[in-house]
């Protein structure tokens, strides 16, 4: 199933609020379960990419329990949440 048919499957078939709680528990799993490979992965020195409104792109200088941080680009430092990274592979 691709996600615009999964879309449109919730849209239109789904209609109790108990289908959708449990949806959104499935979801909350899944991206915790990213971010717990993601972090296990990243070390310091890792380029990666943030998905975000501030920071583009930049590089991993530390990683903790539930986020790591990045240092941008232009030099800032930031806390971001595991789940907002993405690595680059450069």
Aim: charged letters at 30%; a positive charge; hydrophobic letters at 40%.
């Amino acid at each position: 199933m691709e996600i615009n048919e999964i879309v449109s499957h919730i849209m239109t078939k789904m209609t109790d609020t108990d289908e959708l709680n449990h949806l959104k528990k499935v979801i909350d799993m899944k991206r915790n379960d990213i971010a717990r490979n993601l972090k296990n992965v990243l070390v310091p020195g890792d380029r990666v990419y943030v998905e975000g409104n501030r920071v583009t792109g930049g590089f991993i200088e530390k990683v903790n329990r539930t986020k790591a941080v990045v240092r941008a680009d232009d030099g800032q430092k930031w806390n971001v949440p595991l789940t907002m990274i993405k690595v680059t592979g450069e």
